[in-house]
């Protein structure tokens, strides 16, 4: 006689099973209504913030300079380091733009503009330009601020607390073959004056005179642009760019109840994906494994080989 299957083990079983089930849907629930508080307490009616600095131009720019050192090894090749050291090691100094780009929104703007002010006083930072417009409630303020480049990171990650950041970038370009372009420029601009010059000593007409001052004068207006460029690269006019966007925006506070609503929905709809792909991997298996079972039967009808040879 077959055993009597025992009722109350198999009620346990489907008690444990379901148990399990609903253990694992909370899990899931509990970690969506975590991950929403989280975040943000309150979202703005629209995160999107267009670049204010690439629609204007700004013909001022901010360089800095970098010194580095390397000495050349019998047999080897060069080995660079940083910073330069005194001694026998050759120098190199790098000219380079950094520029950092941070848009942010708000719903404390007179509070985060105040913390703003502050914080560019506090790293002597200069404003090198200031927009504001907008009415209260709508208010935007972008500002392009110079910063000293041994100041640059920690100005960079205070600026980060400010408001709600939206985007956040830091592009450095190398600007060395530039600088020695100019420089190179201004050499060959200055050669071509004092040719000119000792040309204006020597006796001639009238009209050469005049063409010869003409030329001189066009040399002068060009070693002056080229003496503005240049001055940008001096060590007291070295700066790192801020350029920093605080929009101000309305926020929506997210309720209790919604945020259930949105839990319950998400925790739902991942439940029953892995719910169904669970039991297609059950029923895939199952049917593999009756597949299996049918080859392996029809091998063994299968006559072997040798077998209808008679002894």
Known sequence: MEPKKNPISFKRKMWRLSLIMIAAYLVLFAFRLLYGYSTQQGEFESNYISDFFSEESFRKKNYASDKY???KEVGGDAQVTAPAAAGNLVSLTQNYEKTASIRSKTGNFDSDRKKLNKTIKTHTGIIQFEKAQGNKGDRELHLMIGIKPHDFDTFYNKMLKIGNIRFKEITKTDKTSEFKTL????????????SLLELKKRQGEIKEYINL????????????????????YEEENEFCTVKFSLVEGMIVHISLMHRFKVAFEWSLLIYMQVLAVFLLVIFSSYFLILLIDKIRQLVNLLPKPGSDKKE
């Open 69 to 71: 050192s390397y000495k």
């Open 183 to 194: 420089n190179a420029k201004r050499a060959s601009l200055e050669t071509i004056r004092a």
């Open 213 to 232: 001052e003409n030329r001189i004068l066009e040399i002068e207006e060009q070693l002056q642009e080229l003496g503005v460029s240049l001055g940008d």
